[in-house]
């Protein structure tokens, strides 16, 4: 685990009900309903949340990595980032699949900035060695 040398941003939400209720953040920017993966009910889940958090995340891993290589991502840069909740003999897991689309970008520079990206965004720290993980180029 790295060493905290200064916190930049904490995320405070309060959440009741479960997979059935309603997260709300400390600022207000965020108040959603939730609901169980599948279901007809209005609202989002967990997994959607996390593989949007992760997905946005993950961009701003590759601009910055693009920064340090003089690169410049292409405007369109997207992500689709899949969330799975799996059950096991050891109950419930997740895995997670990320397709990135970098359009004008050279294979193998692409690959580099995926790559570079992977090793230092959060999500991707968070995640590693937790679950299973597939990252693709598009």
Request: proline residues 4%; charged residues 20%; neutral net charge.
């Amino acid at each position: 685990m790295s060493a905290i040398d200064k916190t930049l941003y904490r995320g405070r939400t309060y959440t009741t009900g479960g997979r059935d209720g309603v997260a709300r953040s400390s600022d207000g920017k965020l108040d959603i309903r939730l609901s169980p993966p599948g279901s007809l009910e209005p609202g989002t889940n967990p997994e959607q949340l996390f593989a949007a958090g992760w997905s946005a995340c993950f961009i701003g891993a590759m601009r910055h990595a693009a920064q340090g290589l003089g690169i410049h991502v292409p405007e369109d840069v997207g992500v689709i980032a899949e969330v799975d909740l799996c059950q096991g003999s050891d109950g419930y897991f997740l895995k997670a699949r990320l397709t990135v689309s970098l359009q004008g970008l050279e294979r193998a520079l692409a690959q580099s900035l995926i790559d570079a990206a992977h090793r230092t965004c959060p999500y991707s720290k968070a995640t590693r060695g937790n679950i299973e993980v597939t990252i693709a180029l598009a």
